[in-house]
């Protein structure tokens, strides 16, 4: 995501307020995602939440800007794909056989899944630095769900997750040059469209499975106006204003608030879940603040 050289100075009162806006409207999609799956189709929720995601965007007019590069469009489709289309059934598929916390807990270690597949398209060494970052995230990863699935959890749904989370690394190594040389929401936009279109055969298909509920549809709708929406719109405002690197700090919170929403709802906490979650921050924190003189660094950040 580009972003222009920034002061290093405090976050002004407007920055903190969008930072706390994209943390809670990510941290909180889980639970609203759980809600849904309860009455829907997971494709219908994926489908349904990215009708209202991008009709909210819709109304940002910077979203609407053309592409300055015309060729990207083809490359904003796949990105529709990995980013959106395909995880957004995942997570509500994956949250009818686990907590929602969980999923969000899990959901933090896409930072460390975004180095690792841009050390494995670099083709370089991470270095010592990285490695240790990444070891320590990743023990994190195994900490988080090793108590679901050694209590007779669902490996399934913890599989499902994570499989999200690394489409999310995917994602996020593209769509850092896309917006950089198209800027953020036109890109973000154009990739809900996209994904929008590809979901609308299975999500139609899913009406015919699913129990519709105004509970349900409460859910969905705050989960794509909300998270999928106004989070997005924010988070990319926050870049614009304190740069990428200082705006990460909102991928950090999200688990948290996961947690945070997930106990309110009285979902189950386990101990050494909590650790892990604590362990996957370190490493992605650790990851993301790689020395210059390091061989391989991460793509960039990027909403999800």
Known sequence: MASAQHAPGPFAVRDWFLLLASAAGWGTSFLFIKIGAEDFAPATVAWLRLLFGAAALALVPAARVPLRVPRDRWSVVLLGLVWMAVPFVLFPAAERTIPSALAGMINGSAPLFTVLIAMLV????????????????????????LPEITGG???????????????????????????ARNGAL?????????????????GLLGLGASTPTPTALAAVAVLGIISTGVAF???????????????????YLVPVVAV????????PLRPLSLVGVVLVLAGAYLSARVPRRAEVTPAGVSPR
């Open 153 to 179: 959890g669902s490996a399934t749904g913890v599989l499902m997750v994570l499989g999200a989370t690394a489409l999310y690394g995917v994602a996020f190594n593209l769509t850092g040059p896309l917006q």
């Open 122 to 145: 670099t083709r370089k060494s991470p270095g010592t630095h990285l490695s240790f970052g990444l070891a320590v995230g990743f023990l994190g990863v195994v900490a988080v769900n």
């Open 186 to 202: 036109p890109v973000i936009w154009r990739a809900q469209l996209a994904a929008l279109v590809l979901s609308t055969p299975a």
């Open 233 to 251: 719109a924010c988070f990319a405002t926050l870049v614009g204003r304190v740069g990428a690197a200082r705006a990460s700090l909102a991928t």
């Open 260 to 267: 945070l929403i997930g106990a309110v709802a009285g979902e």
